[in-house]
């Protein structure tokens, strides 16, 4: 090997030392950066032959990765805008609240209101989120959004409770009719009317009693809503009515009634199924009338109880849980379920394409982003009030450098030497 080949070697030497010390500088100023993943330089040889034969020559290569796989400590912040995932998977981001922007990842952030509403990262990233509520399937690329804490919010009514005052000694053909609002998932308010009218002959046998209906506006009845596609509205009422004679209300057979003889006691009105325009999806509503009561002293059609679950909230505080699901709380202090957040995760953690803040994107060589629910698939719990910490290890880093200083100094050592062999052949 001619004393330029060895020249050259350790000229190379220098340089991928460098590289290294570039490697350990940019860990060691991340230090204190949240979800930092530390970079490592490792070296190759590089031999150099000819003709079949080495000719002794041996350079060196340097390749840098990240290694985004290893996970940090975990720092409890208390902000609740600050994320951390203990266990695998990332949260998943976009660049902007555009449904088209490309998924990228994150280990951890501290998210933030913007103007909008829109829970953003200090690098501008939107976090993504499913909305609940919207449809059944797993999470996907496809049926994510930008999450978005509302100042209110419209909730569709799921549930009513209805409780009113019957007379203890009605008539034969007395009515009492009780309504109440409730709302759509567009925010529409209707109008649900229970009619209760008293009869000598409620069950077919003479036996005295309420019959109950339940109406929806001006929607027709419809047993078949189920298969149909017509607007229309049906009730899971038994065939049966109402008995207020004894201590507490007893739903009763009438006679010829499937499901039990006249007289036996019978399920109550249960569940209402609503479909508000042609062609619409079907909403479920659970009724309650266990409320109603037989008075001598009230005015009949007095209501005791008139709630429903729906309507327009104002939203106070928004919170992250442990299994993802993003919460409003309303001023009232109930709690409603808004999103469920997702992880990813992929197969090679170590193939994404890093961007600057943390920021990792899939391609070819870490594989598409595989999403799941936390706790599922191997995937781990998200942290909320707390952040990933670099994965810097300060002491690691300053035996590194030590390391590398010496080596780069002795390639220096090999540069002089030969500097001064090339002297001596110069002086013949």
């Not at 041996?58 to 840098?64: I, K, L, P, Q, W």
């Not at 596609?229 to 004679?245: H, K, M, Q, R």
């Not at 910490?389 to 690691?396: G, L, Q, R, V």
Request: glycine share 10%.
């Amino acid at each position: 090997m001619s004393l330029f080949g060895s020249l050259g070697t350790a000229i190379n030497g220098m340089s991928v030392q460098a590289k290294k010390i570039r490697t350990i500088s940019g860990n060691i100023s991340n230090a204190e950066t949240p979800g930092y993943k530390t970079r490592e330089t490792t070296f190759q040889s590089q031999v150099l032959s000819g003709k079949g034969k080495s000719n002794g020559a041996c350079g060196v290569t340097s390749s840098t990765r990240t290694n985004i796989a290893q996970q940090g400590n975990i720092r409890i912040t208390e902000n609740k805008g600050d994320l951390a995932i203990d266990g695998n998977g990332f949260f998943l981001v976009k660049s902007s609240s555009n449904r088209e922007s490309p998924l990228g990842a994150v280990r951890t952030a501290a998210f933030r209101q913007d103007k909008d509403g829109h829970l953003v990262n200090d690098a501008g990233y939107y976090l993504q989120g499913q909305r609940l509520g919207k449809s059944a399937e797993a999470p996907n690329a496809s049926n994510l959004e930008s999450v978005q804490i509302p100042t209110d919010i419209t909730i569709e009514t799921s549930k009513i409770t209805l409780g009113t005052l019957l007379p203890e000694k009605p008539t034969n053909d007395d009515e009492i009719k009780d309504a109440v609002q409730f709302y759509d998932a567009k925010g529409n308010e209707h109008s649900l009317t229970v009619t209760y009218t008293y009869t000598d002959d409620a069950d077919g046998n003479e036996n005295p009693g309420w019959l109950v209906s339940v109406d929806v506006d001006k929607l027709a009845r419809d047993p078949a809503l189920a298969t149909s596609t017509s607007a229309g509205i049906t009730v899971d009422a038994p065939e049966s009515y109402l008995d207020l004679s004894g201590d507490e209300p007893a739903w009763k057979y009438v006679d010829g009634a499937t499901g039990g003889a006249a007289g036996a006691k019978s399920a109550p009105i249960q569940k209402l199924s609503v479909r508000w325009e042609n062609k619409g999806a079907v909403d479920t509503i659970n009724l309650d009338l266990s409320k109603i009561r037989a008075s001598s002293t009230t005015v009949p059609g007095e209501q005791t109880t008139a709630t429903q679950d729906g309507g327009i909230r104002e939203v106070y505080d928004w919170s992250v849980e442990q299994d993802g699901k993003v919460g409003l709380t309303f001023k009232d202090g109930s709690l409603y379920q808004l999103y469920q957040l997702p992880l990813a995760t992929c197969v090679n953690f170590n193939g994404l394409t890093e961007k600057s803040n943390g920021v990792y994107f899939a391609n070819a060589d870490s594989g598409e982003f595989i999403i799941n629910n936390p706790e599922q698939n191997g995937l781990g719990i998200i942290l909320p009030g707390a952040q990933e910490a670099s994965t810097t290890d300060i002491a690691k880093e300053l035996s590194d450098m030590i390391a590398t200083q010496y080596a780069y100094a002795a390639n220096s050592k090999v540069i002089g030497t030969i500097s001064e062999m090339l002297d001596t052949l110069m002086r013949l």
